[in-house]
Every structure is written in structure tokens, then in C-alpha cells.
């Protein structure tokens, strides 16, 4: 397997780190102490392409493949990781309605999300249905040309924002999991409206909300996929979704790291860079070591899905080590700016606090040891 970047991979890398130093770094403190989503930056994305990064042209994407994708977020990550994370989701419905849709939702409802600067969601969790998704309550019932939905979601990125929701609801409720379908909410259709907007620890630019649906009446022709089939088209759609993470975590862990081997330099103490400290400088090297593990596998994952292969346990294993390693970092590198660290004044404590969530969203660390082992031992 061959890891180096072709022309193409390598031109939309430099693109985007040349959007991420100039145009989002400036702003990425501001958008986290004001936890204001930034309407430029996703329409300048919208413009480079980078919303519709890994989809075809045909309905409004910009092409490339999935690791070109996955540099476009691990970029962006490096200079504000709330950016990064709402790039990365805003991707997750719509790469629903093209795995699972109709020709015809494909060409009406992705270009408006991949090409127009329009926000997309991805609606499964509940209040009751976090890691354990099949305890999923809200419902959804046929009622001539239409299903009605009630229920409630929480914790949607972009869920107050989007213009087009994939939607999770139980159409055939006692059948439990197998009952599960999901459907397209549009904004402005009657009965569907956001709640409160979540005040979160970190990536506190990528806007966080809760959605109702009363007496939600949604066109039958909306339905993706067969009825029934929701949670495997949603297990589906989380592996790709997992990816995304790793790359998130990718850039976090690779921004702590320059930023200690900056500090380890300039710092002095006892007449010498701290960098010279043994102690201290084996901190940069244990960073290195799992930053460089940790992009192998998220690559590795990534050909996998290109090739065509089953990658489940890469997208798992990816996910979980991303959010560890990108933990340990922002905590090492905190460690080592000492009390400026831990000052506002500096990107490690945002680090600190945007990391955090890598352990929980998408999948808890529990969870993805769960998959993990379960196929190592081969339990099904």
C-alpha cells in the first residue's frame, strides 16, 4: 500500500491549508469564545469545494476521493477543529441520500448541501437513544400520501441550521430495530422546528440543537431506501462518519504537536530549552509516534472504503485510537506550556476542550471497543 499523495490529493492538501492558515485561523478564537457558526466560512468552503468534497459532480459534488476528503478536514482541523467538525458532519446525511436514495432525491436534494452553501444534518440520536441508537422513539406513520412524524431529537450538529435533515423514525415499532426508515425533513415544513441550541465544552463553533417533530407530515415520496432498512443504512453511514473523526483528530494531535515543538525551543529554564530536558522532549516523541501510527490508520481505513472493502473494523479502530491520541496530545502538549498553557490566551487549552468530544460523538470509545472486540474474538 502506498501512502504518498498523488498530484491531485497533494494540490487539494495545499488548498486547504491555505484556507485554514489564511482565512479560518484568524477567526477560529473568536468563533470559539462567541460559539458563533461562521456563515463565510461554510460558503467559502461551499466555493472551493470542500462541502462537496468525495461526491460526484453530477449532484453537485466536487469529486476526489475519500482521503482527499479526509485532508480537506484534517487541514482545517489543525487551525479550528469546530470548523473542521462541521464540514465533516454536514457530509453525513447527504452521503445517506447518495448511498441509499433515489436518482431523483439525489439530483433534488444534494446540490442544494454539496455545491449551494446549504446545511445538512443527520438526525439518529435521542434522548433515550444515545450509543444504544435502537431505542429510538420517534415515530413515523403512513397516512395516505404522506408519514407523519413525532418525536424528538438531540445533540444534531447543525440541526437549527440545516436545510435538509436525514431523519431517523420507527415505522414498524414492534419490530424493534427492523422497524427503523428514514426519511428527508426540509426546513419550514409544518410540525418540524429546532429547540434549544447546546452550550458545549468545545468545538464550540459547530452549533449543536435539539429538533422536535408534531404531527410532522412528510411526503411518502421521501422515504430513503426500503421501510425497515434505517438502521442498517444508518450503521452504514456511520462508518464513513467515523472516518471523518480520525481526520479531526488527525489535525488536533498534529497542531499540539508544532505548537510544543515551538514552545520546546523557545522555552528557557535552568539556562537551557526545555527541549533539552530529556523528560520533556520525550513528550514530542511519544506525540510523533502515535500522530504517525494514528495516520496510518486513518488512511488505511480510508482505501479501504475506496477499494470497495469491507471497513468497518478499520473505521472503529481509527475512530477510537483518533480520539485517544488526540486527547493525549492536547494533554501533553498543555503539560508542557506549563501554567501559559492553561491561560486562554493560547490554542492548547482550546485543544484541550475540542478533543474531549472525540471520545463521545460518533460513537462512544466504549462502543468502538465493543466493535472492536467482538470481531477480534469473532462474537457477531
Avoid at 60 to 79: M, Q, R, T, Y
Avoid at 345 to 365: A, M, N, P, V
Amino acid at each position: 500500500m502506498d501512502f504518498r499523495l498523488d498530484s491531485d490529493q497533494e494540490l487539494i492538501r495545499q488548498t486547504a491549508k491555505e484556507f485554514a492558515e489564511k482565512e479560518v485561523e484568524p477567526l477560529a478564537a473568536e468563533i470559539d469564545r462567541t460559539h458563533a457558526f461562521s456563515w463565510d466560512l461554510f460558503r467559502r468552503m461551499a466555493e472551493l469545494g470542500f462541502t462537496g468534497a468525495g461526491f460526484p459532480e453530477e449532484y453537485g459534488g466536487s469529486g476526489g476521493d475519500d482521503i482527499s476528503k479526509l485532508l480537506i478536514v484534517e487541514e482545517i482541523a489543525k487551525c479550528c477543529a469546530s470548523t473542521a467538525a462541521t464540514l465533516c458532519i454536514h457530509q453525513v446525511g447527504p452521503y445517506g441520500i447518495y448511498l441509499f436514495g433515489s436518482e431523483e432525491q439525489k439530483k433534488t436534494y444534494l446540490p442544494p448541501v454539496l455545491s449551494e452553501g446549504k446545511v445538512a444534518a443527520f438526525a439518529l440520536t435521542e434522548p433515550t437513544a444515545g450509543s444504544d441508537a435502537g431505542a429510538v422513539k420517534t415515530r413515523a406513520v403512513l397516512d395516505g400520501d404522506h408519514y407523519v412524524l413525532n418525536g424528538s431529537k438531540c445533540f444534531i450538529t447543525g440541526g437549527a441550521l440545516a436545510q435538509t435533515v436525514l431523519v431517523f423514525a420507527l415505522t414498524e415499532p414492534d419490530k424493534g430495530l427492523r422497524g427503523m426508515s428514514a426519511f428527508i425533513v426540509e426546513k419550514g415544513t409544518p410540525g418540524f422546528s429546532p429547540g434549544k441550541t447546546e452550550n458545549k465544552l468545545g468545538l464550540c463553533g459547530s452549533e449543536t440543537a435539539e429538533l422536535f417533530f408534531n404531527d410532522c407530515r412528510v411526503p411518502r415520496e421521501n422515504l430513503v431506501g426500503q421501510p425497515g432498512k434505517g438502521f442498517a443504512m444508518a450503521m452504514a453511514i456511520l462508518d464513513s462518519a467515523r472516518l471523518g473523526v480520525g481526520a479531526q483528530s488527525l489535525g488536533i494531535s498534529q497542531r499540539a504537536l508544532a505548537e510544543s515543538v515551538k514552545y520546546l525551543n523557545e522555552r528557557v529554564q535552568f539556562g537551557r530549552p526545555i527541549g533539552a530536558q530529556q523528560g520533556l522532549s520525550w513528550y514530542a516523541a511519544e506525540m510523533k509516534v502515535r500522530i504517525e501510527a494514528l495516520r496510518g490508520l486513518v488512511y488505511k481505513a480510508a482505501w479501504a472504503k475506496g477499494a470497495g472493502e469491507q471497513y468497518t473494523l478499520d473505521a472503529a479502530i481509527a475512530k477510537y485510537y483518533g480520539a485517544e491520541t488526540a486527547c493525549f496530545c492536547a494533554d501533553l502538549a498543555l503539560q508542557i506550556h506549563g501554567g501559559y498553557g492553561y491561560m486562554k490566551d493560547l490554542i492548547l487549552e482550546r485543544l484541550f476542550r475540542d478533543s474531549r468530544l472525540l471520545k463521545i460523538y460518533e460513537g462512544t470509545s466504549e462502543i468502538h471497543k465493543v466493535v472492536i472486540a467482538r470481531s477480534v474474538i469473532g462474537l457477531k
